[in-house]
Structure formats: C-alpha cells, structure tokens
C-alpha cells in the first residue's frame, strides 16, 4: 500500500502541475478571474508540495502530523473540486471530467496513505 500511496502521490502532483500549467496560460488569465486564478494556483502548489512532502516521508522515518493534517486538506479539497465542478456544471452546462476524476483521485491517495499511516500504528 505504500507503493500505491507514493504513486498516487506522484500522478497528482503531476496533475497539479498540469493545472497550474493551464492556469497561468495565456487562455486563463482575465483580470475579473484574479482571485480566481490566485486561489487554483495557490491549491495546485499546495498539492504539490504535500506529494513532495509524503514522498519525503515515505523515503525516512519522519514526523507525520503535518501529512497527517495535509491529507485531510486534500480530502477536503477532493470532495469541494468535485462539488464545484458540478456546480459550474449545471449553471453552464460544460462537465469538465478531469476536474471530477482530479478531485477523486485526491480523495483516494490521502484515504490511501492514512490507512498506510494506520497499519504503521502511526496515527
């Protein structure tokens, strides 16, 4: 399980970083949008850093309160990409898919490394 953990923890940073890629594009960037565009980019880097940090403590032995209190962030962000993708969903009617398959997938490495976290009676 711990492979699957720093799997997942590499395909989202990945994901993240294609993200904030697309953000800071040329298509992307509208001056009403600024907070907007703030708040993506800032989540993606947060995203990124916390695959770093899981990878980091996956190689040694390390403290994990601060995974620990990153992975239910990433939970949270999972359930709310995927609940406001929806929403523009319905008030536009274009369903990104990425979106809901980023929030998920999210939501599926943090569960995954806190039952790691868990069977290492680290919790």
Known sequence: MKTV???????NSLLAGLLLIYTLSSNEIHESGTL??????IAALTVIMIGALTWLASVRTAYT???LIGGLYLVVLGAVTIVWTYHLAVLS?????????FGGSLMMRELDHCWVLASRHEL
């Not at 953990?5 to 395909?11: E, G, H, Y």
Request: no cysteine.
């Open 36 to 41: 907007w565009l703030l708040t993506k980019s």
């Open 5 to 11: 953990s720093i799997l997942l923890a590499l395909v």
């Open 65 to 67: 309160g601060p995974l």
């Open 93 to 101: 009617g274009d369903m990104e898919y990425y979106m809901v398959a």
